[in-house]
Nanobody, 122 residues
Framework: QVHLVESGGGLVQAGGSLRLSCAAS????????MGWFRQAPGKEREFVSAISSSGGTTYYADDVKGRFTISRDNAKKMVDLQMNSLKPEDTAVYYCAAGNLVSYKSPAYNYWGQGTQVTVSS
Protein backbone atom coordinates (compact mmCIF):
# COMPACT_ATOMS: atom_id res chain seq x y z
CA GLN A 1 0.00 0.00 0.00
CA VAL A 2 1.33 3.37 -1.02
CA HIS A 3 1.67 6.09 1.58
CA LEU A 4 2.77 9.67 1.08
CA VAL A 5 3.10 11.64 4.30
CA GLU A 6 3.74 15.36 4.26
CA SER A 7 5.29 17.29 7.11
CA GLY A 8 6.77 20.69 7.81
CA GLY A 9 3.74 22.90 7.46
CA GLY A 10 2.90 25.59 9.97
CA LEU A 11 2.38 29.28 10.59
CA VAL A 12 4.98 31.74 9.38
CA GLN A 13 5.12 35.47 8.83
CA ALA A 14 5.31 36.94 5.37
CA GLY A 15 8.88 36.87 4.13
CA GLY A 16 9.68 33.79 6.12
CA SER A 17 10.58 30.27 5.07
CA LEU A 18 9.28 26.75 5.51
CA ARG A 19 10.55 23.42 4.29
CA LEU A 20 7.97 20.79 3.46
CA SER A 21 8.89 17.13 3.30
CA CYS A 22 7.08 14.15 1.87
CA ALA A 23 8.02 10.64 2.92
CA ALA A 24 7.00 7.85 0.58
CA SER A 25 6.52 4.16 1.19
CA UNK A 26 5.01 1.22 -0.65
CA UNK A 27 6.26 2.21 -4.09
CA UNK A 28 9.46 2.14 -6.10
CA UNK A 29 10.12 5.76 -5.34
CA UNK A 30 12.92 6.26 -7.85
CA UNK A 31 10.54 5.33 -10.67
CA UNK A 32 8.03 8.05 -9.94
CA UNK A 33 7.86 11.70 -10.72
CA MET A 34 6.84 13.73 -7.71
CA GLY A 35 4.76 16.84 -7.52
CA TRP A 36 3.60 19.41 -5.02
CA PHE A 37 0.15 20.93 -5.31
CA ARG A 38 -1.77 23.28 -3.06
CA GLN A 39 -5.36 24.17 -2.38
CA ALA A 40 -6.49 27.36 -0.73
CA PRO A 41 -9.96 27.71 0.82
CA GLY A 42 -12.59 28.14 -1.86
CA LYS A 43 -10.13 27.51 -4.66
CA GLU A 44 -9.22 24.59 -6.86
CA ARG A 45 -6.11 22.57 -6.30
CA GLU A 46 -3.22 24.07 -8.22
CA PHE A 47 0.21 22.97 -9.34
CA VAL A 48 3.19 24.24 -7.41
CA SER A 49 6.22 22.23 -8.47
CA ALA A 50 7.31 18.88 -9.85
CA ILE A 51 10.48 16.88 -10.21
CA SER A 52 11.34 14.01 -12.50
CA SER A 53 12.07 10.55 -11.19
CA SER A 54 15.82 11.07 -11.41
CA GLY A 55 15.65 14.58 -10.02
CA GLY A 56 17.27 15.94 -13.14
CA THR A 57 14.32 18.07 -14.25
CA THR A 58 12.22 20.42 -12.17
CA TYR A 59 9.17 22.52 -12.90
CA TYR A 60 7.59 25.42 -11.08
CA ALA A 61 4.43 27.42 -11.27
CA ASP A 62 5.14 30.99 -12.32
CA ASP A 63 4.11 32.50 -8.99
CA VAL A 64 6.59 30.40 -6.99
CA LYS A 65 9.48 30.40 -9.41
CA GLY A 66 12.57 31.84 -7.77
CA ARG A 67 11.11 31.41 -4.29
CA PHE A 68 10.47 27.66 -4.01
CA THR A 69 12.90 24.81 -4.65
CA ILE A 70 11.95 21.18 -5.06
CA SER A 71 14.42 18.38 -4.41
CA ARG A 72 14.35 14.65 -3.83
CA ASP A 73 16.44 11.95 -2.20
CA ASN A 74 15.69 8.63 -3.83
CA ALA A 75 17.69 6.70 -1.26
CA LYS A 76 15.55 8.14 1.54
CA LYS A 77 12.37 8.09 -0.54
CA MET A 78 11.68 11.72 0.22
CA VAL A 79 10.84 14.85 -1.70
CA ASP A 80 11.18 18.31 -0.22
CA LEU A 81 9.87 21.74 -1.05
CA GLN A 82 11.90 24.63 0.28
CA MET A 83 9.71 27.72 0.38
CA ASN A 84 11.33 31.12 0.82
CA SER A 85 9.98 34.67 0.74
CA LEU A 86 6.56 33.38 1.62
CA LYS A 87 3.53 35.52 0.92
CA PRO A 88 0.03 35.46 2.43
CA GLU A 89 -1.27 34.18 -0.91
CA ASP A 90 0.85 31.05 -0.43
CA THR A 91 -1.52 30.04 2.37
CA ALA A 92 -3.00 26.66 1.48
CA VAL A 93 -2.96 22.98 2.18
CA TYR A 94 0.04 21.53 0.38
CA TYR A 95 -0.09 18.03 -1.05
CA CYS A 96 2.63 15.83 -2.46
CA ALA A 97 1.81 13.40 -5.21
CA ALA A 98 3.49 10.58 -7.14
CA GLY A 99 2.96 9.86 -10.81
CA ASN A 100 4.39 7.94 -13.71
CA LEU A 101 5.17 11.09 -15.65
CA VAL A 102 6.12 14.54 -14.46
CA SER A 103 3.28 16.91 -15.11
CA TYR A 104 1.64 20.09 -13.91
CA LYS A 105 -1.75 18.40 -14.21
CA SER A 106 -3.13 16.72 -11.11
CA PRO A 107 -4.83 13.79 -12.98
CA ALA A 108 -1.36 12.64 -14.02
CA TYR A 109 -0.59 11.68 -10.43
CA ASN A 110 -1.62 8.30 -9.10
CA TYR A 111 -0.99 8.74 -5.39
CA TRP A 112 -1.58 11.63 -3.01
CA GLY A 113 -0.72 12.51 0.53
CA GLN A 114 -3.16 13.91 3.07
CA GLY A 115 -1.70 17.39 2.95
CA THR A 116 -0.05 19.80 5.35
CA GLN A 117 -1.34 23.25 6.20
CA VAL A 118 0.80 26.28 5.43
CA THR A 119 -0.39 29.61 6.78
CA VAL A 120 1.43 32.83 6.00
CA SER A 121 0.45 35.84 8.07
CA SER A 122 0.80 39.39 6.80
Amino acid sequence: QVHLVESGGGLVQAGGSLRLSCAASGLTFSSYAMGWFRQAPGKEREFVSAISSSGGTTYYADDVKGRFTISRDNAKKMVDLQMNSLKPEDTAVYYCAAGNLVSYKSPAYNYWGQGTQVTVSS
